[in-house]
């Protein structure tokens, strides 16, 4: 932005430096989109046909051919998996939109002893790499029979501390004032958390959502772990079980993968308004 | 009835007492303003008489019954916050009638008290609107009419009118004036500003450090301040203070200081013996002191004009007497300018004195 005001803004008195500039500027532009988005043309242009190779190939582009999109339905248990992905991924991001801001509230609202070393400790376990933690919680799911269930699956994401960090912060941007009006006028504390603060929080919350929701559509690792049965095979590791023994269908795995895009895609869609106004750093709650 | 009856209540913040030990009793119907500097826990006090906070000691007594572990929504109460504290996701409307429909209040009755209130503070045009489309004016007024509705034994006000701008400020305290006369409910206001304590309030308990310094309606705490703090922190500009010592002259006491002598009135006497020669603080008010041609045959202290401001129908002098500046407030009739020498004389009765050591008046003048 700047490097492209600043070339704006020498055009004026030296039009031919402004001009190389300006070639050097798009140049790099154009190289960032290709990193950017030619792995994903090539994905799609792979999906648009019948092919054991990777070749890089993109004549599919031109006469598409739809025929993987059915089969994914077909040869693949992909309905399922897709279900699967949608009851684990809704319901983790609801429950961390509720678990997070209310605990995110109580930590930037409540007053009581030992709230900051909590905090701190709630903080430290950000510092826990995941692989670390996945055999004890191996170990715990199958303690509690809880292999290949949904719970399996979204217990464990439940715990995430960035996302009490965030909200708290979020939280702590809504004047204490609100609260002490919505006292007086007769509000309990969670009534204030439901009436006043999620209201004024739904930028925050968006982003939150957003993000929970996109980790969870993307989760591998635990999952492969957790289910090995059909019934709760989420999408991505549904997708690591494409490849055969002797030879992968590409554009199968490819259609897959495309497919696994769109819900993706329409939640951004939805929520973008509100993503600008959470990355905003908080809302302007004076008139 | 709502008298509000404060008895020994201390609040700790951390190590820190923020209300040291106040006793104070506020009347049904009275217009209190708190008034102090920042830090001084006035708004401390207001949050514990709300609710808002819990006193680490003391008691609480509004319309005489025990409130201190009665949450604010019990205590009938209403509050106007500095910011307003509009909730900014609701409309006017919603915002005026909240507190209303939490306590389940009638439909009509809410209806009613809203068109009231909406006409009153000419509100009617905005009920559908958020509040950050209105002005600060406008966003003050729904938070009056948020509490007015309420229709409480108490108004709790801190700091309201400080984000207005100077012209609607004058307005508006004129308006809280009427609405405290026509509600006759007892309101309780906080405030840095000396002048809306002098205009509204029916009494003003000045603070410091904690502690009340002096409770009392606004003009005697004008007239006879307690102490040397309450003394220069009412009034503008502000009270001049002197080093000086009373001496005993016959029946009567004399200030003696640098450049000063001056007999005070018959009527002043020491509350408590003192010495000959008993260093104090002489105050005198700008208003109380006129200025003289600079004559050796005239009385007063010399001093040299260094700074001369016409306020209007005022004019403020700042003049050099040794090492002090003394403010004068003279009508504008008068022209001194600066670099003039002239004469300072003050007048008797309006001389303050307060114990060096202690602060403390040693006595009332004006009794």
Known sequence: MSAAGAGVFQSARNPRGAKTKHIAVYLALVLACLVTAGPIVLLFATSLKQ??????????????????????????????????SLIVAISVTVLILFLDSLAGYVFARMRFRGRDPLFAVLLATLMVPLPVTLLPLFLFANELRLINTFQALIYPALAYPMGVFMMRQFIQTIPDELDDAARIDGMSDFGIYVRVILPLCVPGLAVLGLYTFMSQWGSLLWPLIVSTSERTRTIPPGLATIPGQFATNWGLTAAATVSSLF???LVFVVFQRFLRQGFGGGRSTKG | MADIAIHRLVKMFGAEPAVNDISLHVADREFLV???????????????????????????FIGGSLMNLVPPKERDIAMVFQNYALYPHMTVNKNITLGLRLRRTPPTTIKSRLGRAAEWLELAELLNRAPRQLSGGQQQRVALGRAVVREPKVFLMDEPLSNLDARLRVNMRAELVKLHRRLGTTIVYVTHDQIEAMTMATRVAVMRSGIIQQYAPPLDIYRRPVNKYVAT????????MLPAVVRRNGETWDVVGAGIQLSLPQTWQPSEAIGTDHEVWVGVRPEEISILPNDDEMPGLPALIDVVSPIGGTTLVYALAGHATIVAEVPSGLSPAAGDRIRLAFNPTGVHVFDRQSELAICGCRA
């Open chain 2, 233 to 240: 922190f009412v009034g503008t500009p502000e009270m001049n």
């Open chain 1, 263 to 265: 819900p993706m895609l």
């Open chain 1, 51 to 84: 092919t054991y190779t990777r070749a890089i190939d993109f004549n599919s582009l031109i006469r598409p051919d739809f025929a993987n999109y059915r089969a994914i339905w077909t040869e693949l248990q992909f309905g399922q998996w897709l279900m699967n």
């Open chain 2, 34 to 60: 708190l008034l102090g500097p920042s830090g001084c826990g006035k708004s401390t006090l207001l949050r514990l008489i709300a609710g808002l906070e819990t006193p680490t000691s003391g008691e609480l």
